[in-house]
C-alpha cells in the first residue's frame, strides 16, 4: 500500500512541475500542432522533459485514440536530437527555436513494445522508504530499504538505469560500467536522479552486495541502500 501511494506521489508531482514550468502553446495557425520554447525545454530536468512530453501528447489525444506513447521512446527524443523522433501517436520535432509536438500521420511499430516494464521511486524529504524487491525483479523475500538523510538534494527520484546514465566521478561523466564494469553482471542497477541528472548508482551484485556510486560532489552518507529480509 506504501509503495502505490509512493508510485501516486512521484506521478502527480512530476505532472505539477512539467505543468508549470514546460506549458504547451498552440502554435501559430495549427490547431492541431503544440509548441514551446526549445531553451526553456532543454533547460529542464531529464524527468521533466519526459512528462511534458506525455502531457503534449495527452493535450493532443483528446480528438483522437490510440496508444500512448512508449518510456523509453520518449525519454530518447527528451534528449537533445538531430531534428525530429516519430513517437507513434505523435511527432516530436524541433523548428525555429520551438519544440514542436503535432499527431503523426500513421502509427508506428512501437505498438508491439508498449508494456514497458519500470518503476519509480520519489524521495521528497528526509526518511525511509521501501522498493519491493518483486518490482526490481529481485524475488518477493527481498526489498530494498532507502533511507535519506537530511544532506541530500531533494526530490530525489530512483528508476531503472539507463544505458546513457552518467555522474562525475574524478572530474569526468562516467557511465556505470566505466566505474564498475558491465551492467550485465549485477542483479539489478538504480539510477537515483535530482534536479542535476544522476546523482548515484546503485548496482546488486549476482552475490547479494549493494554497491553505491555517488557523484563525487554529492555529500557522503546523502542516503543508505540495504535489504530487507523476510
Not at 512530453?53 to 483528446?62: S, V
Not at 566505474?179 to 536522479?193: E, H, M, P, S, Y
Request: glycine share 8%.
Amino acid at each position: 500500500m506504501a509503495f502505490a501511494e509512493t508510485q501516486s506521489l512521484t506521478a502527480d508531482f512530476l505532472v505539477s512541475e512539467a505543468e508549470k514550468r514546460l506549458p504547451w502553446q498552440n502554435s501559430a495557425g495549427a490547431a492541431d500542432s503544440l509548441r514551446l520554447s526549445e531553451g526553456l525545454f532543454f533547460d529542464a530536468p531529464p524527468i521533466l522533459r519526459e512528462e511534458a512530453i506525455f502531457l503534449g501528447a495527452n493535450i493532443l489525444a483528446t480528438q483522437r485514440s490510440g496508444p500512448v506513447p512508449r518510456r523509453a521512446v520518449v525519454r530518447n527524443a527528451a534528449k537533445k536530437p538531430a531534428v525530429a523522433h516519430d513517437l507513434g501517436p505523435v511527432r516530436f520535432d524541433r523548428q525555429d527555436g520551438f519544440i514542436t509536438l503535432k499527431p503523426a500521420s500513421k502509427a508506428t511499430s512501437f505498438a508491439k513494445s508498449c508494456n514497458e516494464r519500470g518503476f519509480s521511486l520519489l524521495i521528497n524529504e528526509a526518511g525511509s522508504y521501501t522498493l519491493e524487491g518483486k518490482v526490481l525483479g529481485l524475488g518477493k523475500n527481498r526489498d530494498l530499504r532507502i533511507k535519506a538523510d537530511a544532506p541530500a538534494q531533494f526530490p530525489l527520484v530512483l528508476r531503472n538505469h539507463q544505458q546513457g546514465d552518467r555522474i562525475i566521478r574524478g572530474r569526468h561523466r562516467r557511465r556505470f560500467s566505466d566505474i564498475l564494469g558491465k551492467v550485465a553482471n549485477f542483479l539489478k542497477v538504480i539510477t537515483a536522479c535530482d534536479a542535476d541528472g544522476p546523482a548515484a548508482f546503485i548496482g546488486i551484485t549476482n552475490d547479494w552486495k549493494i554497491i553505491v556510486i555517488s557523484r563525487e560532489e554529492s555529500k557522503k552518507g546523502a542516503f543508505e541502500v540495504s535489504f530487507i529480509e523476510d
